[in-house]
């Protein structure tokens, strides 16, 4: 089978990316789960070496190939270096890649990928190997997780939203950023905008404002000024909330993700011409499971506020 033409028809995935303890291995857990539960066929492949306990049915593994604890015992690498001598390795090795994906031909991928930044933010390995995947005719969308308490802190979120415009411009994929784990946004602390301020990352001069009341941000506030406009001037950044429990945010989820990829349009399912119309005029499909989280965190907070009453 020759490189550019693995397979006749085209395949659909997701690359899942995004730092440490973002819930990808989590995420594609649920995605398998649910996916499976409306007919698809899914196939999960681990490309993080360091991954040892997988909760979903892993179909290729890269430690097939190579592990992180042996990389760094035998080359004397930390974790960070480790990381990359892997993936580096597996650029090396496409012909293994290749011959693992093609045992199912017709499934849907989900990718889970190592958890270092610095692999979507400058290095080219995992780059390349997504390339490498377009051109056996996979149809790609990287969904980058970040941990939604980020959004109570607002110096972290400007990092975050740095973070996620750079892994959106080195990556080269269509891209859906999503805030994981809103099920434990109101554990976080109170939040100081509604929460469609920070998917659709709205007017972020207000947010510096709010970093100026801090006396340590008090001093940076023309580096905080700098960095807004930087990711302002891209306007590429919003964010998909996300329970992994709640069936309905899944399936939002799910929506971006065939949008950004072109499975929506494809003909592996029946799909309505509302649904079509829908992805085609671009219309904002996740707003109402946005604003379903706020009432539950708004609840939430209020709920704590009554019981405070009440104990005084």
């Keep these: 089978m020759s490189e550019g033409s693995k397979g006749s028809s085209l395949a659909f995935g997701q690359v899942v990316i995004g730092p440490p303890g973002s819930g990808k291995t989590t995420y594609c857990h649920g995605m398998q789960e649910f996916m499976g539960r409306i007919g ?22 890269i430690a097939e ?3 992180l604890p042996d990389v760094m015992e035998n080359l004397k690498l930390g974790p960070n270096g480790g990381l990359i001598y892997c993936m580096e390795y597996l650029e090396a090795n496409f012909d293994w890649l290749q011959e693992k994906l093609a045992a199912f031909r017709g499934h ?5 990928c190592p958890g270092q930044v610095e692999l979507y933010t400058h290095h080219d390995a995992l780059k390349n190997v997504f390339a490498q995947l377009a051109k056996w005719n996979f149809r790609l969308a990287a969904v980058h997780l970040v941990d939604s308490h980020y959004c109570t802190d607002p110096g972290k979120f400007i990092s975050v939203l740095c973070t996620s415009l750079s892994t959106m411009l ?13 099920d434990l946004i109101e554990q976080y602390g109170k939040l100081a905008f509604n929460l469609d301020y920070y998917t659709e990352v709205l007017d972020l001069s207000y947010l ?48 971006a993700v ?15 011409l509302e649904a079509l119309m829908s992805a ?33």
């Design 258 to 272: 065939d949008k950004a990829n072109g499975y929506s349009f494809g003909d592996q399912e029946h799909r309505s």
């Design 65 to 67: 190939l190579i592990t």
């Design 280 to 312: 085609a005029v671009g219309a904002d499909f996740h707003f109402a499971s946005t604003l379903a989280v706020q009432e539950r965190y708004v609840q939430s907070q209020d709920k704590a506020v009554e019981e405070e009453v009440m104990d005084l």
């Design 170 to 182: 080195h990556v080269e994929l269509p891209h859906v950023n999503v805030l994981s784990k809103m």
């Design 108 to 112: 849907y991928y989900l990718f889970d």
């Design 208 to 255: 510096v404002d709010h970093l100026a009341s801090d006396p340590f941000f008090r001093n940076y506030r023309r580096l905080n000024e700098k960095l807004v406009e930087v990711i302002e001037d891209y306007s590429l950044v919003s964010f998909v909330p996300l329970n992994v429990q709640d069936k309905e945010s899944m399936r939002q989820v799910m929506k």
């Design 40 to 61: 698809r066929k899914v196939t999960v492949v681990n490309l993080d070496p360091a991954n040892e306990v997988m909760p979903y049915q892993c179909a290729v593994d």
